[in-house]
Nanobody, 118 residues
Framework: VQLQASGGGLVQAGDSLGLSCAAS????????MGWFRQAPGKEREFVAA????????VYANSLKGRFTISRDNAKNTVYLQMNSLKPEDTAVYYC????????????WGQGTLVTVSS
């Protein structure tokens, strides 16, 4: 199983950026796919998740309205669209997968760095 995150980079405050997570190695139809982030010196935090089958989404309350998670079944890819970025959004963003009815994420991607300058 492989989760390949991409799309990070350096942007300015107020900009938008989209991240992608390409999943391979198994069927993820029964999975929840999530995005997490870890800022320098801070613990990893939940960003958003989407159920592969049905597309139900969950967001961190603080990010709801600015971030949008989506998936493309044909491409086996999950996306995170981030708008109105703030310097505090600077972090390494990770995609992850878990069986939908379990709490623990089993698979993790390598992370992609997003840096938002003020």
């Amino acid at each position: 199983v492989q989760l390949q995150a991409s799309g990070g980079g350096l942007v300015q405050a107020g900009d938008s950026l989209g991240l992608s997570c390409a999943a391979s190695g198994r069927s993820f139809s029964s999975y929840m796919m999530g995005w997490f982030r870890q800022a320098p010196g801070k613990e990893r935090e939940f960003v958003a998740a989407i159920r592969w089958s049905g597309g139900i989404t969950v967001y961190a309350n603080s990010l709801k309205g600015r971030f949008t998670i989506s998936r493309d079944n044909a491409k086996n890819t999950v996306y995170l669209q981030m708008n109105s970025l703030k310097p505090e959004d600077t972090a390494v963003y990770y995609c992850a997968g878990r069986v939908a009815d379990r709490a623990q994420y089993d698979y993790w991607g390598q992370g992609t760095l997003v840096t938002v300058s003020s």
